[in-house]
């Protein structure tokens, strides 16, 4: 299916509509995609703390009063339903995955909304720089470090990174490119040899893993993935996020964050 | 009194054992210095979200677990103690002034330290800009603006400034070089004619009116007594903060931000 529209209000209406239930991602180019956490008010404060501690893994775009599903990034927008697709944990394991959270919504939900990396992907591919896992059809590989998040109450664990190989020539232009963009992740975490952060190239934590080309560096952002992965680690008894690739597109361009 | 030490870690210790009780401001410069909202946390996550849907007002540096008194921006500090002066806030009304806040500590109070623009003054200077308040030893003046903030909860109420004369060959330059710390406030609010954004220039809402030398041109950046202003209006019944001037010194230096 090809989506022939350009404004997110359209493509946000399908999606609540069932008219669209595939993935956001590559969709609405220019447009913020946020990642959604959703968690019970008594986890609120501890998970806005750990993104406010740990802003490059989980750079907080909005998040709504206890109950509210709105959001300051699309006017008239409803978090429960204008996502394709979400998934809900129980205890750290996927429960379930519905389309619409309408029928389970709760008056003490708090939503989290944080700054995805495939934001800046189309500025780097439009100053020249090769994304590889684009070019090879690939899924961006992510990796878990050894560098400790700074925890806060049940939230504790490593960080995540996802990673680009970048020609040697081109790796300080989109460190200065991304670092511009500090609400998505910002610029990277780690440029060059990957045991420094405890990664084994060969392993990645999800995604496919990419195939570098001669002179290429690996180059490692912080990771979105990140505060799923400690919520999950935590055990929180409820949690509810986007499932992967199904975002929620805001009505803001990149640049509107400066 | 004039204080010869270059390590924050020192002028806390001082500021705890009460040797140190005047303001921070001015003092060990280069080191970010952050203002201090505490709030019972049935008020905390509204706070919070305020905050994030307000970054240029409100820019969230730490928020500690509920009870907690450390911040990961200076190991071994204790927010109780390590600021020289707190006012305690009943329902919107300054109830009283205090130099230590461990006697009344509660498990319930969390702990907000957010940016504030007087660190990114010392860099304007070296730039060369002038810091007119500072040359004709007055205090910063500030304005209310008809810029009404995203509002959250019992939270809402028209965004404050900063003001300070800039000369005209040197507006981008300032521009430019604030722009880049959006954890202190970042960019403008606004450049030049003050009525666009509601603000008589003759009518600060605190602080001094500063002298315009010509050429100078009015420049507006968030201010992060914005949100005690918002709370104070929102008569939350308990809320303490940092008295004027007298803010939380931290270990990192304001390059340690980018």
Chains 1, 2 share one sequence.
């Not at 008219?19 to 609120?44: C, K, R």
């Not at 925890?151 to 991304?178: C, D, H, Q, W, Y």
């Not at 511009?180 to 610029?187: I, K, N, S, T």
Request: charged share 20%; hydrophobic share 40%.
């Amino acid at each position: 299916m090809i989506l022939n529209i350009k404004n997110p209000k359209k493509f946000r209406t399908m999606i609540r509509n069932k008219e669209w239930t595939s993935q956001t991602a590559g969709m609405m180019p220019g447009f913020i995609q946020a990642n959604l956490v959703i968690l019970p008010q008594d986890y609120a404060i501890d998970f806005a703390a750990f993104c406010v501690r740990n802003p490059k893994s989980c750079p907080l775009l909005d998040i709504a009063s206890p109950g509210g599903y709105d959001t300051i990034f699309a006017k008239g927008a409803d978090l429960r339903t204008d996502l394709p697709k979400y998934h809900i944990y129980k205890e750290g394991n996927l429960d379930q995955v519905v389309t619409d959270l309408k029928t389970i919504w709760r008056d003490d939900f708090v939503s989290f909304l944080l700054g995805c990396s495939h934001t800046f992907e189309p500025i780097l591919y439009s100053a020249g720089i090769p994304i590889r896992y684009q070019e090879q059809g690939l899924k961006l590989c992510l990796y878990e470090t050894n560098i400790p998040t700074f925890s806060v109450g049940p939230f504790k664990g490593n960080v995540l990174v996802s990673m680009r190989p970048i020609p040697a020539e081109m790796v300080t232009k989109a460190a200065v490119i991304s670092a511009r963009y500090p609400r998505v992740h910002g610029g990277p975490l780690h440029i060059g040899e990957p045991s420094l952060i405890g990664v084994d190239i060969n392993s990645p934590y999800i995604g496919d893993k990419v195939k570098f080309l001669p002179g290429d560096i690996p180059v490692f952002w912080g990771c979105g993935v990140t505060p799923q992965h400690i919520a999950l680690n935590a055990k929180i008894p409820y949690m509810i996020t986007h499932a992967p690739g199904h975002m929620f597109v805001t009505d803001f361009l990149i640049e509107d964050l400066g």
